[in-house]
């Protein structure tokens, strides 16, 4: 018999906590494509290029690692590259690519950025398709390159998006079976006003309350309230 304490998350029918860490190959897996970007998409199925703005933690990667996941799906020839802090440029070949996904791009040169968005204007016939993350505004280079962009800006999370991305979340670590826990809508709807777009808190958020606080199949938003509570009041070590 599995010992419970080596074990914790198999009684709530998980493999493990749902919101730890995860690598970039599971991330891709359960993000979703946030509604307004699907509309952004369905709106505009012929535009070059997409801009997805957003602060630290609005879910500007995962948008991006979804849009990477269903080009996969559909055999698209797609590149997904992320600019980490201190880099100036991209690496990624375009020759023969369908979809490059750039994220973070305000980090790129803007003489880089120019380029990029003059060698998109001059190869239509290729049918590339660039979308990219920033946390500024980058139309005007790109218009500048005569390259026009649409733009949409992740500032709430509707909260069907948000139910659907933690019901996701649970059902990834899910053993056959399981899961066998809910977020109830006023769990969700407590996330929503406390965290508003940063996903990114939330889930260190829900990660402590599922390492520390589990103790009933059903979570609701008094119970997430009274753990907020608590964790706030307790003084940093």
Not at 47 to 76: D, N
Not at 78 to 83: A, D, G, K, L
Not at 86 to 101: C, E, K, M, N
Request: aromatic share 10%.
């Amino acid at each position: 018999m599995n010992n419970p304490d080596y074990f914790p998350f198999e009684r709530w029918g998980l493999r493990g906590n749902p919101f730890q860490a995860l690598t970039r190959e599971e991330w891709a897996e359960v993000a979703l494509l946030p509604s307004e970007v699907e509309t952004a998409l369905r709106q505009n199925p012929d535009t070059q290029a997409l801009q997805i703005l957003g602060e630290s933690g609005a879910g500007k990667t995962s948008t991006l690692l979804a849009l990477w996941r269903e080009a996969q799906g559909q055999g698209r020839a797609c590149s997904y590259e992320y600019i980490p802090p201190g880099s100036r440029r991209y690496h990624t070949r375009l020759d023969s690519l369908q979809l490059f996904l750039l994220d973070e791009a305000q980090r790129i040169h803007p003489r880089r950025l120019r380029r990029l968005f003059q060698w998109l204007r001059k190869a239509p016939a290729t049918g590339l398709r660039l979308i990219w993350s920033s946390h500024a505004d980058l139309t005007p280079l790109a218009r500048a390159a005569g390259i026009e962009t649409h733009s949409v800006s992740l500032d709430q999370a509707p909260r069907a998006d948000l139910q659907r991305m933690l019901d996701r979340r649970l059902r990834f670590f899910a053993l056959p079976g399981g899961p066998k826990l809910r977020l109830d809508p006023s769990a969700t709807a407590f996330l929503a006003a406390r965290f508003g777009r940063d996903l990114g808190g939330m889930e260190r958020f829900l990660y402590e309350f599922f390492q520390l606080a589990l103790s009933s199949p059903c979570i609701d938003g008094g119970t997430l309230e009274d753990f907020a509570a608590r964790i706030n009041a307790t003084p940093e070590r």
